[in-house]
């Protein structure tokens, strides 16, 4: 159990039963009377923010978390198969995965963070190279301002990229906010 003068930001707790995560973190002192922590707090199950206030001496449960390191291996239907370290497959919905499934790539690494034996997220390296597989042709002339275009990555996922960019390139990724970030060459 963690005591609220040890909560800050980043930080897990668990709420009945329910792991988050603090978003936001203040602390308040009134004149009279006891201090005042306020929290913000973000569902790791849902994504649902709250806020929360605790006065000194409160208790907050730590959630039992656990991460794996897997490595991405194929596609079976709607789930999409891991390997662990000690070569057992685990097997996650596209629900569970996000727009992560659209980096997916044979041998992958990724980390998965479980909840009470439950995946709730994926993390993924945080930059990845993917070959843009359609786009449309960049206008000439256009380029007196960062003027983007639709693309399609392998993969399946939309994004948008710089008119420079043809079918065949192959694009640096920020897995974070999904992103172009550059070119690095032609497939």
């Known amino acids: 159990m963690y005591d609220v003068s040890e909560l800050r930001k980043g930080l897990k707790v668990e709420i009945d039963g329910v792991p988050y995560m603090i978003t936001e973190f203040s602390f308040m002192k009134p004149g009279k009377g006891q201090a005042v922590y306020s929290c913000k707090m973000k569902s790791l199950l849902n994504g649902v923010t709250t806020v929360r206030n605790y006065r000194s001496g409160d208790k907050v449960d730590q959630p039992q978390m656990e991460h794996k390191k897997l490595q991405f291996s194929y596609m079976d239907g709607d789930s999409y198969v891991f390997i662990d370290s000690n070569y057992e497959q685990v097997s996650l919905s596209k629900e569970v995965l996000g727009t992560a499934r659209f980096f997916m790539k044979e041998d992958l690494p990724i980390e998965v963070m479980y909840h009470n034996g439950r995946p709730i997220e994926v993390s993924l390296p945080t930059f990845i190279e993917r070959a843009v597989i359609s786009t449309e042709p960049g206008a000439r002339g256009n380029t007196a301002t960062n003027v983007f275009k639709p693309a399609t990555l392998e993969g399946g996922y939309e994004m948008q990229v710089p008119l ?24």
């Open 164 to 187: 420079f960019i043809n079918v065949g390139d192959v694009l640096v990724i920020d897995t974070r906010t999904g992103e172009y970030s550059e070119r690095v060459g032609k497939k």
